[in-house]
Nanobody, 117 residues
Framework: QVQLVESGGGLVQAGGSLRLSCAASRSIFSFHSMAWYRQAAGKQRELVATTFISGGSTTYADSVKGRFAISNDNAKNTVSLQMNSLKLEDTAVYYC??????????WGQGTQVTVSS
């Protein structure tokens, strides 16, 4: 069973920065991709950023392009999300996701990010 544990959420003022981390219980090289999703109150969960582990490419939602950056630390089996220039609309619970081909997807428990004015 794969475990994903997020950390780094909290309260930040608009324009500020936060860094989220997701620690996996196994080598991230066993995953096809890892991603960050978010779910704001009353809204559907949306994909924020993805990193494709073997190829090294990344993708971002249009709403976060140029502000957020996803990165891997292979030695620590972690994936991080650096969030800069945070906006009120970035407030959400952020979830880490990992996809293992042939096995399925795994989710973390989520970490709250609240951006205040």
């Amino acid at each position: 069973q794969v475990q994903l544990v997020e950390s780094g959420g909290g309260l930040v003022q608009a324009g500020g920065s936060l860094r989220l981390s997701c620690a996996a219980s196994r080598s991230i090289f066993s995953f096809h991709s890892m991603a960050w999703y978010r779910q704001a109150a009353g809204k559907q969960r949306e994909l924020v950023a993805t990193t494709f582990i073997s190829g090294g490419s990344t993708t971002y939602a249009d709403s976060v392009k140029g502000r957020f950056a996803i990165s891997n630390d292979n030695a620590k089996n972690t994936v991080s999300l650096q969030m800069n220039s945070l906006k009120l609309e970035d407030t959400a619970v952020y979830y880490c996701n990992a996809v293992q081909l042939g096995y399925g997807a795994y989710w973390g428990q989520g970490t709250q990010v609240t951006v205040s004015s």
